[in-house]
């Protein structure tokens, strides 16, 4: 069969592009990097602003550093060399009869193909001078003879993303005469009366996605992209919808839950020994996770609870009713320090109740155990697998529970401690050391709602909402460099009460970025500043028992101020810190810096977060204002995903960023809870 009649045999919108008339393989090639492949992609190809082109400003009227359109006839043109031949200027000097306008191009010397003179052109760009008029780099097009009243003029028109060697004018034209061709073709992907309905709750009344796909390019007024956009993100939001209710339909008609809902022979005295009483959010959501262990399907659940919310204790629980029924239980936490204090705290509580607890990290010893390679080492390890096949324990790690040389007999429960800080192939790779065990992920960093109907989409979801009672309040505050010296008094007046302080800065090592203060470079100024006070320095690179050492000094108040990068963000439980100080506050997300904030206020005194910050830019300035505002981590949470989007926000680790191409995570919600009640409005209807 040829080629040919093998494109014919698809559906219209997915042929290749090489099917439209004046693409070739060049062109193809180049629409490939814009991830244009099918006619579909080109459809969907969306502008990334519209030029009113539909009022041109006489160039008289142009004003210094606005954007404006233009046109004027080309009177002069010439390209200038510099000495060595490598640096060059082309220079078109229009005239619309009111004034003229000079436009260069910096070593582009091919544009001087482009144009003739007598061209009429139309330009859009901003004056750099007025004294002549000038403008850099502007986007321009000729106007060719007939098309007045054409694809490129007289109306909102769309600009493009482009490549390199693609021209925005033919960009335009070929998607004009594709959606001329194929518009009627554009089907309702989701056609059930459900649907239909499902949508009257929309903020506009959306229109089918044909007519959103031609508004989207070509609209009559601006307020027509916003609907259609709509429109089509709805779709995607839908079709996201689908493939989660498919993998969770799946799953649970593959899996075979393990009966781990305990009977509280564990759990009774653990609660009674805590010490303090559990809060009503955490007694409802161990409810919640109760009878997920209970259920027909392994649990799936995602914990989120905003810093000092009390997750440990939650999770404690959750493992005793998994190792009430006789299964082991694995803790993975990013850090070593994270892994540490888990371990001190599960030791301390469970070890009471004969329960096995262990460390498994790169530098503990069951890890040098189970890679060990003598004989002796070996059987000891074979010994130590035999006995938590019998006895039920816990294991608490980081990375290196991954590794291939630990095994797990038994797995029951699986708990991912701040899992953004893992990708999701980690998190399976724990998974898979058991048959179906069950899944408990935690995070410290509230995810906002739309990322929770998303990425997470998998996972039931619990809240803890609530904070333990005893503890003091937190206050934040932003100071210029120029405080500091203020900063530096209150902080000694702090620690003369007994008190002790957090001071981070964003760097190990000084850098050629100047500003940006390194841990290293201000240890040995913060001794001197402090002192008698003693000052600990803790950092990603030091030894394992370095970082041991340095926190066993501070947890203990035999250091009294612990100097440190982000590392400290997850992790560290010191209820007696009242002082977080923040050295370049801009250079962290809101979130990162809502989680360093978290390590104070732990304790019954009020604690004091102060963030340092010579940033002048209203934006930075206003970002870190969202601090000073709140200490509710979802809010925080949702403007930090304003303003970095989901990819910085979640970080590299985490595939499964959806890929939209209208979908918008950060203020879409409604669209995407609507879309959750679309599918499963459909799927109930069968």
């Given at each position: ?644 989007g989901p990819g910085e926000l979640l970080g590299q680790q985490q595939s499964g960023v959806p890929d939209f191409r209208f979908g918008e995570l950060a203020t879409d919600w409604e669209l995407i809870k ?13």
């Amino acid at each position: 069969m040829s080629a040919t009649s093998t494109i014919q045999k698809l559906p219209p919108l997915a042929q290749p592009v090489t099917a439209l008339w004046g693409v070739g393989g060049e062109r193809a090639a180049q629409l490939a990097r814009l991830k244009i492949f099918t006619v579909e992609d080109l459809l969907l190809h969306r502008p990334r602003r519209y030029e009113d082109r539909r009022h041109f400003r006489p160039i008289k009227t142009l004003l210094l550093d606005e954007h404006a359109t233009t046109r004027g006839s080309v009177v002069a043109m010439g390209l200038k060399r510099f000495r060595g031949g490598s640096k060059s200027v082309f220079e078109l000097i229009l005239d619309d009869g009111t004034a003229r306008l000079h436009c260069r191009w910096w070593n582009l010397p091919f544009m001087e193909n482009y144009f003739a003179v007598g061209d009429e052109v139309v330009v859009y760009g901003k004056p750099l001078s007025l004294k002549p008029r000038t403008m850099d780099h502007p986007e321009t097009e000729v106007v060719e003879p007939g098309e007045e009243n054409f694809i490129h003029f007289n109306r909102l028109t769309p600009v493009y993303p482009l490549t390199e060697g693609l021209p925005q004018r033919w960009l335009r034209g070929l998607i004009w005469r594709t959606l001329e061709k194929f518009e009627s073709q554009i089907a309702e992907p989701w056609s059930k009366p459900s649907v239909g309905r499902a949508r009257s709750d929309a903020p506009y009344r959306l229109p089918t996605r044909a007519n959103a796909v031609h508004m989207i390019h070509f609209p009559e007024e601006l307020t027509d992209v916003e609907i259609a956009r709509q429109r089509l993100a709805l779709d995607e939001f839908i079709a996201l919808q689908w493939q989660i209710q498919a993998r969770r339909k799946k799953f649970e008609a593959t899996a075979q839950a393990l009966p781990c809902g305990g009977n509280n022979r564990l759990m009774k005295p653990f609660l009674d020994a805590l010490g303090f009483k559990l809060t009503g959010a955490q007694t409802k959501v161990l409810r919640e996770i109760r009878a997920d262990l209970r259920g027909a399907h392994p649990m799936r659940r995602l914990l989120q609870g905003d810093v000092g919310s009390g997750k440990t204790a939650v999770a404690a629980c959750a493992a005793l009713m998994a190792l009430e029924g006789g299964f082991n239980v694995a803790l993975m936490a990013p850090t070593e320090i994270l892994a540490e204090q888990h371990f001190r705290n599960f030791k301390k509580w469970l070890e009471p109740l004969g329960v096995k607890v262990e460390l498994q990290t790169r530098s503990s010893k069951t890890f040098n155990i189970q890679h060990s390679t003598s004989n002796a080492q070996g059987a000891e390890a074979a010994n130590h697998a035999s006995r938590i096949t019998h006895h039920a324990s816990i294991f608490i790690g980081t990375h290196a529970l991954l590794t291939d040389s630990f095994a797990l007999p038994n797995l029951g429960l699986v708990i991912i401690d701040e899992q953004h800080k893992f990708g999701v192939a980690q998190r399976e790779q724990l998974v898979r050391k058991g048959r179906y065990p069950h899944l408990l992920v935690m995070t410290a960093t509230p995810i906002p709602r739309t990322l929770g109907l998303t990425v997470y989409g998998e996972l039931d979801l619990s809240v803890i909402d609530e904070i333990p009672a005893g503890r003091g309040t937190i206050k934040t505050f932003v100071r210029t460099t120029e405080k500091l010296p203020l900063v530096w008094k209150f902080m000694r007046e702090q620690l003369a009460a007994g008190r002790q302080a957090y001071v981070v800065y964003p760097r190990v090592e000084e850098t050629d970025q100047r500003e940006i203060k390194a841990v290293v470079k201000e240890f040995e100024n913060l001794q001197k500043l402090f002192a008698p006070f003693r000052v600990e320095l803790l950092h990603g690179r030091l030894k394992s028992a370095e970082k041991e050492a340095v926190m066993a000094s501070f947890r203990t108040n035999h250091a009294q101020v612990l100097l440190a990068t982000a590392l400290i963000e997850v992790g560290v439980d010191v209820a007696n810190a009242t002082v977080m100080l923040i050295e370049n506050a801009e250079r962290f997300g809101l979130a990162q810096l809502h989680q360093l904030r978290g390590r104070i206020g732990r304790g019954a005194h009020d604690s004091f977060c102060i963030l340092v910050s010579a940033a002048d830019k209203p934006e930075a300035q206003e970002r870190l204002k969202v601090l000073t505002e709140s200490n509710d981590g979802f809010k925080i949470a949702e403007a930090d995903l304003k303003l970095r989007g989901p990819g910085e926000l979640l970080g590299q680790q985490q595939s499964g960023v959806p890929d939209f191409r209208f979908g918008e995570l950060a203020t879409d919600w409604e669209l995407i809870k609507q879309a959750r009640a679309v599918v499963l409005e459909i799927e109930k209807a069968g």
